[in-house]
Each structure stands twice: as structure tokens, then as C-alpha cells.
């Protein structure tokens, strides 16, 4: 079973619609839990970050964790074209490393 | 939003050459990772240095390569003898704490 699972799109939604991008991991030492967005060919840029079970929100973005099911979500509102990018989740224990997912493709489109 | 930065943005070499890959991290950052992204493929941790050593490597990280950070500033990857499938996009980040690791915009390597 692969550390951590994330479908990897691509994902067509039209502008101003409700996006839900979703990642699974096995390991429960897991602690803390981020999204990056990255665009191609360049490094991923960090959205949120979030270490207990809940929802956290900034904007446009929310990210939820539950910890008992081992599952991530970000959720974008009201979808614009410059959200189309690839979104990682990245997951990290006690050590420091991160364990990515394969990020999800997201195209917005007008 | 604090800025990593890595130098050169594409490197092209010969299989068998050496090549040393720089970043400059955030000033007050402590911790340093090295990350690389075959095309197409998932991030992968390289390794992670903490107080001038290395606190953890994954399995990529082999004899061929190797890290420092010779000025108190610059953060380098070496990799000795390049193979084909190092060609890869390879990211620096850098944290203070908690945990928020902020990446640069990477160097793509190409070995021919």
C-alpha cells in the first residue's frame, strides 16, 4: 500500500465551481498535513498547512482533515482559471521529511 | 512570502560529470531539505540537513551524492558521476518551524 494516495485527475471544472481534491495515507504516525499548488516546471508553492483533525480555512481554500479515516481534502470556492494548476498534498511524521502524493491536475475553465 | 532560491534554473550535462546544484535559503531557516521530481513523476525527499549535518536521507541518496553548506548561506548538491535517470527537476526548502517547508523554484538537470 502506497504512504500516500491522491487521484491524479486531470479534473475539468468550470469557473466558479466548488472544487474537492482528496488524498488517503496509510501510516497513522503521520502529524502534520500541507497542499501545495504547483505550476508547470516550477516549484510547489505552499497553500495550507494544518496539523490536527478539523477544517482550516483561508479564503477561497479550506483544507479538512480526519485523522480517524486517514484522509485530506482541499476544497477551492468559486474556482477561477488561474487555480488550474497541479495540487500536491504532502504529509509529514516525526521526522522531517515530506511524503508526497502524485498531486491532482486541475483545469478551470472559462 | 519568504523566497528560496537555486541556482542554476537548467543544467545540461554529460553522463559521468559532475554537477553541483545551489540554493540560497530563507536567512533565518534552520532546516534544509533537498527534494527532486522525475518528470511526470511524484516529489521525492532526497535528504534533510539540520546544524551542518545530514539528520536524514532516503535511499536515492546514495555514494554519488552529497551535501553542504560551505559559507553559512549557500546549500549544495553534488552529484558525482551523473547517470541518465538523474535527469530531474530538483528542489531545495528550507523551515524554520513548525513545519512549513517553502520551496524554490527548482533546477531541471538534464544528463545526456
Known amino acids: 500500500q502506497k504512504e500516500v494516495e491522491q487521484d491524479p485527475g486531470p479534473l475539468s471544472v468550470p469557473e466558479g465551481a466548488i472544487v474537492s481534491l482528496n488524498c488517503t495515507y496509510s501510516?497513522?504516525?503521520?502529524?502534520?498535513f500541507m497542499w501545495y499548488r504547483q505550476y508547470s516546471r516550477k516549484g510547489p508553492e505552499l497553500l495550507m498547512y494544518t496539523y490536527s483533525s478539523g477544517n482550516k480555512e483561508d479564503g477561497r481554500f479550506t483544507a479538512q482533515v480526519d485523522k480517524s479515516s486517514k484522509y485530506i481534502s482541499l476544497f477551492i470556492r468559486d474556482s477561477q482559471p488561474s487555480d488550474s494548476a497541479t495540487y500536491l498534498c504532502?504529509?509529514?511524521?516525526?521526522?522531517?521529511?515530506?511524503?508526497f502524493g502524485t498531486g491532482t491536475r486541475l483545469q478551470v475553465t472559462l | 512570502e519568504p523566497e528560496v532560491t537555486q541556482t542554476p534554473s537548467h543544467q545540461v550535462t554529460q553522463m559521468g560529470q559532475e554537477v553541483i546544484l545551489r540554493c540560497v535559503p530563507i536567512s533565518n531557516h534552520l532546516y534544509f531539505y533537498w527534494y527532486r521530481q522525475i518528470l511526470g513523476q511524484k516529489v521525492e525527499f532526497l535528504v534533510s540537513?539540520?546544524?551542518?549535518?545530514?539528520?536524514?536521507k532516503s535511499e536515492i541518496f546514495d555514494d554519488q551524492f552529497s551535501v553542504e553548506r560551505p559559507d553559512g548561506s549557500n546549500f549544495t548538491l553534488k552529484i558525482r558521476s551523473t547517470k541518465l535517470e538523474d535527469s530531474a527537476m530538483y528542489f531545495c526548502a528550507a523551515k524554520d518551524r513548525p513545519n512549513e517547508q517553502f520551496f524554490g523554484p527548482g533546477t531541471r538537470l538534464t544528463v545526456l
Open positions: 540537513f539540520y546544524n551542518n549535518e545530514i539528520s536524514e
Open positions: 504532502a504529509i509529514g511524521g516525526t521526522a522531517s521529511k515530506l511524503t
Open positions: 501510516n497513522s504516525a503521520f502529524q502534520y
